[in-house]
T-cell receptor, first 112, second 115 residues
Framework: GESVGLHLPTLSVQEGDNSIINCAYSNSASDYFIWYKQESGKGPQFIIDIRSNMDKRQGQRVTVLLNKTVKHLSLQIAATQPGDSAVYFCAERSGGSYIPTFGRGTSLIVHP | GAVVSQHPSRVICKSGTSVKIECRSLDFQATTMFWYRQFPKKSLMLMATSNEGSKATYEQGVEKDKFLINHASLTLSTLTVTSAHPEDSSFYIC???????????FGEGSWLTVV
């Protein structure tokens, strides 16, 4: 069936580096995408979202890029900090549904 | 910002007993709440969607008689795991959506351990 998946299960970076977390989706009807951060033992925390009529959106230290041609989504974190260490999930919604479908998740490890 | 609170954050229960987990929206009215289950190092799996005042809609494969969901008010939804077994041990997360807008707010999750 349709799914949202991630290329890399684990990403290790040095503090201060930029991080890029990737996500592939297969549902061509997806029109809204969200990135969540989940720290160990906690619930997901909203980071940033983007609609399908956009290809880039920036927040504080984070940027989401959307390439609808290849059904690819990425989250860029600038100047990564140890506090950014967490699992990051992309999620998508489609067809007016407000229920997000979560991808597999990428564990980001930031080394001081 | 909007806050969704879950209680208890951790609970241990004996096999065969039932345990209730509460999900509250603290500063907004949640017309819809969602319950997820998450195994270690895995993604969130949607269990059911509940709308205030109506029966929950369960995802395929989720036993509605085992995972009872009640959304009695606009600020409270409960998940009751009935006749719990060790395989029900998991991290349960709720989320809530206000009447308007796309944003869904997540609770902090509840760890259930069945011994």
């Amino acid at each position: 069936g349709e799914s949202v998946g991630l290329h890399l299960p684990t990403l290790s970076v040095q503090e201060g580096d930029n991080s890029i977390i990737n996500c592939a989706y297969s549902n061509s009807a997806s029109d809204y995408f969200i990135w969540y951060k989940q720290e160990s033992g906690k619930g997901p925390q909203f980071i940033i979202d983007i609609r399908s009529n956009m290809d880039k959106r920036q927040g504080q230290r984070v940027t989401v890029l959307l390439n609808k041609t290849v059904k690819h989504l990425s989250l860029q974190i600038a100047a990564t900090q140890p506090g950014d260490s967490a699992v990051y999930f992309c999620a998508e919604r489609s067809g007016g549904s407000y229920i997000p479908t979560f991808g597999r998740g990428t564990s980001l490890i930031v080394h001081p | 910002g909007a806050v969704v609170s879950q209680h208890p954050s951790r609970v241990i229960c004996k096999s065969g007993t039932s345990v209730k987990i509460e999900c509250r929206s603290l500063d907004f009215q949640a017309t819809t709440m969602f319950w997820y289950r998450q195994f270690p190092k895995k993604s969130l799996m949607l269990m059911a969607t509940s709308n205030e005042g109506s029966k929950a809609t369960y995802e395929q494969g989720v036993e509605k008689d085992k995972f009872l969901i009640n959304h009695a008010s606009l600020t409270l939804s409960t998940l009751t795991v009935t006749s719990a077994h060790p395989e029900d041990s998991s991290f349960y997360i709720c989320s809530a959506k206000a009447g308007r807008g796309n944003t869904i707010y997540f609770g902090e999750g509840s760890w259930l351990t069945v011994v």
